[in-house]
């Protein structure tokens, strides 16, 4: 079956850096886009980041542009969040998902098929 398992999550303080990571199993890596969601405390889970399965095209939300940047590596099957300047705003449980690639829209939760089992990031001020 498939398997999404996130890590790297952690307590950093404001201003700060962590690297997430998602190691898939059970599908084909390079037919899917990847994405990373949040939910931060008492709010919906909400979009981040997610990359094609080239990895030649990535898309941000908004308010990580030009501080978050995602990756991937199909010879390993994962899929990588750099985090840098990391704001309070940012405190969340980080999940990563797989989409089939020739379907859906990226920024759209529910046209992702896995989820992985989340990740806790919290920035203190």
């Known amino acids: 079956q498939v398997q999404l398992v996130a890590t790297g999550g952690g307590l950093v303080q404001a201003g700060g850096s962590l690297r997430l990571s998602c190691a898939a199993s059970?599908?084909?890596?390079?037919?899917?886009?990847m994405g990373w969601f949040r939910q931060p405390p008492g709010k919906e889970r909400e979009f981040v980041s997610a990359?094609?399965?080239?990895?030649?095209?990535?898309y941000y939300a908004d308010s990580v542009k030009g501080r978050f940047t995602i990756s991937r590596d199909n010879a390993k099957n994962t899929v990588f969040l750099q985090m840098n300047s990391l704001e309070p705003e940012d405190t969340a449980v980080y999940y990563c998902a797989a989409k089939r690639a020739s379907s859906g829209d990226v920024m759209r939760k529910n046209d992702y098929a896995y989820w992985g089992q989340g990740t806790q990031v919290t920035v203190s001020s």
């Open positions: 059970g599908l084909t890596f390079n037919t899917y886009t």
């Open positions: 990359i094609s399965w080239s990895g030649i095209s990535a």
